[in-house]
């Protein structure tokens, strides 16, 4: 009955209001629902992490999509130094290169693998060939695209949205879950986006694959937790990279990294919306 009185309320505004009927109605959901749920859930992992605290050892070998600009570029530029290995990924050969030389000069060693995660096979091989040489000890799901572009997004871009967000992304983890749970040993972040849980319109695609890869990663952080795998997920809000734009509420990309690196190191759940 409430769900059909919710129905006949929404029919009966005015069509040019719908848009804002709907705001409203996500307003109050994030607010009385799942912002309470999530800042105790949020307390309660930090707490078991807090009484359960252990050392984990220092990655040594990290691959990063999306490595060529922005957050991924920025996390490699923070871990790179002398006894580190990245593998970097991208479509994008030229600006990789770029990242994979500010790292080397900080005493990284680098591998540029220029790959579309939109190609699932050659990715699945480029990501093998290069645990088979140097095992992964943390993977960075970072790549991802924003997919607004006006009203064209609607009806034009949700298959590339949802084939690099969300097909992409687990594509890019799936593999190297598999090569870590066999060795009991090793780290997965994923990005996410605050608009996961809230979206303007126009973001539809962009919300629904993060939406997604929320749930996707809150189940396999316990799936994966039985072979000592550990699987964190980021929520940034604004950031300052090429799919923003100017926002001037935006952090960039370099602040964001240090702080992930601190809670990677120390295993804390990863939520950091702005």
Not at 89 to 115: D, H, M, P, T, W
């Amino acid at each position: 009955m409430f769900k059909t009185f919710n129905m006949h309320f929404y029919y009966t505004v005015p069509p040019n209001l719908h848009p804002v009927v709907q705001v409203v109605t996500s307003m109050m959901i994030n607010f009385f629902i799942v912002l309470p749920v999530s800042i105790g859930l949020f307390f309660w992992d930090n707490a078991k992490q807090l009484i359960e605290k252990k050392q984990y050892p220092e990655p040594k070998v990290i691959l990063i999509t999306g490595a060529s600009s922005g957050i991924g570029a920025a996390f490699a530029k923070e871990y790179a130094k002398s006894g580190i290995t990245l593998g970097l990924l991208s479509r994008n050969r030229e600006r990789l290169q770029e990242v994979a030389e500010e790292c080397e000069f900080k005493g990284a060693k680098c591998y540029i693998i220029a790959a579309d995660i939109k190609d699932y096979d050659t990715l699945k091989e480029v990501l093998e060939d290069f645990d088979n040489q140097h095992p992964i000890d943390l993977l960075f799901a970072n790549a991802g695209i924003s997919g607004i572009e006006g009203d064209y997004v609607w009806t034009e871009t949700w298959r590339k949205v949802i084939d690099i967000n969300l097909s992409g992304t687990i594509a890019t983890v799936m593999p190297i879950y598999e090569r870590m749970k066999r060795r009991k040993s090793g780290q997965i972040c994923i990005n996410s986006s605050i608009f996961s849980y809230f979206s303007p319109p126009l973001a539809i695609w962009y919300g629904a694959t993060k939406s997604a890869l929320n749930k996707f990663t809150h189940d396999l952080y316990y799936v994966a937790s039985k072979y000592n795998v550990r699987v964190n997920l980021l929520v940034p809000g604004s950031i300052s990279t090429n799919m923003i734009g100017n926002d001037p509420s935006s952090i960039p990309p370099t602040y964001l990294a240090k702080i992930l690196k601190k809670q990677l190191e120390d295993n804390f759940p990863v939520h950091l919306p702005r």
